[in-house]
């Protein structure tokens, strides 16, 4: 195995095994947000390979070392279902569902995060630098920094920050928080997350914080300064453009109306099945609005993907039953035999069928009660190429903070859900065109090669500080 001047650390590789044994690229945002700054370097990747007790060596995918870390049937168990999805997600996504405080789960956390640092400090070459991936790996910076002080740091936080009166139940915080103080460059999504986490540091820690610097102090009893900022993470616009340029893909948009009974307006929400995507919250406004009369099942379809996600997790098991419970009763009570309220469809798809989607539908449905950014949102507007359609986007969504010209919601009142979905509906054209192409230059002119730009950026100028 040789050693990487780049290497980027993240619970996941960014393959998928395939039934052959084989593998291929995954589709996630990060995979393809990385792909460019990696061909570059020729870069390394230390993640885990999705199944538990899979031993694999390191080995080259598409130019990119890619270094397996393997994970137990156990570890998966507490560290990533536990520790990582009933911990800290539900901790960091202002305690949504109730947070688990397990301590067998935090020894789990340590260990494994420690198996990673590990495996990130044998394969970095001196003097290099390392880019940590998320939540799920908040200690590597310490345990990096510790193993390999000639290294530069960088971490990126993709989920929300919590506010400190939550973030402080977490009774392993002050660890946490020194853990990704050991990065150089502390990336958050979101102003606000970014100031939770100073605050955090300046209540717990005692350190001092000064515009984004965080004074660390050091063994010796001089001291680093870390920089804690927001680097709002987005996708890779244009080829959201080439795909919706494709007469293929615009005829299945067509396909698709068709195949719902061309409603007058197509409804859109795309999600993985989890409780912060507010499914529930935009469900129980549309079941209200048919019921009202306002809208009918003639005019008005709801495509709701709900790509599977931490089955194994019990809130998310409890969240399934719930969302197919309520989507069974509103079909029950207003499907007629030629048309479907809601088309349900617990799947994830090729992005060829999710543009396709995004051009079929009138209205984009996103209304999380709190999310890190919400790529999805970015990526319909980035469809968009006609001009046409409104995204209604949650105020608790990252992507409220840019997406200013979207219709915006508090998905906790039905009442003026309601209203933003009926205003979305009835949207006259010069209207449409008006936000969204305000929407599209924003996406456009911030893609996610100015993201890792400006990270890898503000990460260089670190070096050798
Ligand atoms: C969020 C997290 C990612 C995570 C993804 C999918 O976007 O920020 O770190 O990879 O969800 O979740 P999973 O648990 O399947 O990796």
Do not use: C
């Not at 995507?277 to 406004?285: E, F, N, P, S, T």
């Amino acid at each position: 195995m040789s050693q990487a001047e780049f290497v980027v650390v993240a619970n996941r590789l960014p393959v998928d095994r395939d039934a052959e044994g084989g593998w291929r690229r995954s589709p996630g945002g990060l995979v393809t947000a990385l792909e460019p700054v990696m061909r570059k370097s020729e870069g390394a990747w230390v993640g885990w390979p999705g199944k538990a007790d899979l031993v694999v060596e390191p080995f080259e995918f598409e130019g990119t070392q890619l270094v397996p870390v393997t994970l137990s049937a156990e570890d998966v168990e507490l560290y990533y279902e536990g520790f990582s999805n009933d911990t800290i997600w539900p901790l960091y996504h202002d305690v949504i569902s109730a947070p688990r405080y397990k301590r067998e789960w935090w020894n789990a956390y340590v260990t494994v995060n420690r198996r990673f640092a590990e495996a990130a400090a044998e394969v970095a070459a001196p003097g290099g630098t390392v880019w940590v991936q998320d939540y799920q790996l908040q200690l590597v910076p310490k345990f990096l920094r510790e193993a390999r002080p000639d290294l530069t740091i960088g971490y990126f936080h993709h989920i929300p920050f919590p506010a400190y009166g939550l973030f402080s139940q977490l009774p392993w915080r002050r660890q946490v928080l020194e853990g990704l103080l050991g990065a150089d460059v502390i990336g958050f999504q979101r102003v606000a997350d970014a100031g939770n986490f100073a605050r955090a540091v300046r209540r717990q820690l005692r350190y001092e914080t000064k515009a984004s610097g965080i004074r660390v102090p050091l063994a010796d009893g001089t001291s680093r300064v870390a920089l804690a900022k927001a680097f709002p993470i987005s996708i890779d616009a244009e080829s959201y453009v080439q795909l919706a340029q494709r007469p293929e893909i615009q005829a299945r948009a067509k396909e698709i109306r068709a195949e719902l009974g061309n409603p007058a307006r197509v409804l859109l929400g795309v999600d993985r099945l989890d409780y912060t995507k507010g499914i529930r919250h935009r469900l129980k406004a549309f079941g209200e609005l048919l019921e009202d009369g306002k809208l009918s099942v003639e005019d008005v379809t709801l495509v709701q993907v709900a790509s599977p996600s931490r089955e194994r997790v019990e809130a998310y098991m409890q969240l399934r039953d719930e969302i197919e419970l309520t989507v069974g009763r509103i079909n029950g009570g207003f499907d007629t035999t030629s048309h479907s309220a809601i088309r349900y469809l617990h799947h994830s798809y090729p992005r060829e069928e999710m543009v396709a989607l995004y051009l079929a539908a009138d209205v984009m449905l996103v209304t999380a009660l709190r999310d890190g950014m919400n790529l999805v949102a970015k990526e319909y507007v980035a469809s968009r190429i006609d001009n046409r359609g409104v995204l209604v986007l949650s105020e608790f969504a990252g992507a409220a903070d840019e997406l200013s010209s979207a219709l915006r919601v508090n998905p906790h009142d039905i009442e003026g859900l309601k209203d933003a979905i009926m205003r979305a509906i009835e949207m006259p054209p010069a209207e449409q065109g008006r936000r969204m192409r305000s929407l599209r230059r924003r996406v456009r002119d911030h893609d996610v090669e100015d993201w890792s730009r400006e990270f890898l950026g503000a990460l260089a100028a670190k070096k050798g500080e």
